[in-house]
């Protein structure tokens, strides 16, 4: 059974950082392309990064334009784990996040692309 499992969200100050955990079960995180969504309230859903599945030589990454620089994503073949690690976080990065794994190739933001997800944890970042 496919599951994913979000977890590292807290409350942090402008500035702080945070590093968000997918664990996943089910599956293996290489084989698949794994992203990182939010939702703040009475917000769409906005992805935020995703990671390539390992094709045996690279994985590629994307992010959202309001994240680059300051967040980065990451696997952990061992753990089965996708991160999110997030720095100089902003009020606006105040949201749910949940990861989610892709069902078709090609990196990609758009939510519609994506078939498994998890419940997601809250990031509150204060002013």
């Known amino acids: 059974q496919v599951r994913l499992v979000e977890s590292g969200g807290d409350l942090v100050q402008v500035g702080g950082s945070l590093r968000l955990s997918c664990a996943a079960s089910?599956?293996?995180?290489?084989?698949?392309?794994i992203g990182w969504f939010r939702q703040a309230p009475g917000k769409d859903l906005e992805g935020v990064s995703c990671?390539?599945?390992?094709?045996?030589?690279?994985?590629?990454?994307t992010y959202a334009d309001s994240v680059k620089g300051r967040f980065t994503i990451s696997r952990d073949y061992v753990q089965n784990t996708v991160y999110l690690q997030m720095n100089s976080l902003k009020p606006e990065d105040t949201a749910t996040y949940h990861c989610?794994?892709?069902?078709?190739?090609?990196?990609?933001?758009?939510?519609?692309?994506?078939?498994?997800w998890g419940p997601g944890t809250q990031v509150t970042v204060s002013s």
């Open positions: 989610a794994r892709q069902w078709a190739n090609g990196l990609d933001l758009r939510h519609s692309a994506y078939g498994s």
């Open positions: 089910g599956f293996n995180v290489t084989l698949w392309n």
């Open positions: 990671i390539s599945k390992w094709d045996g030589s690279t994985t590629g990454t």
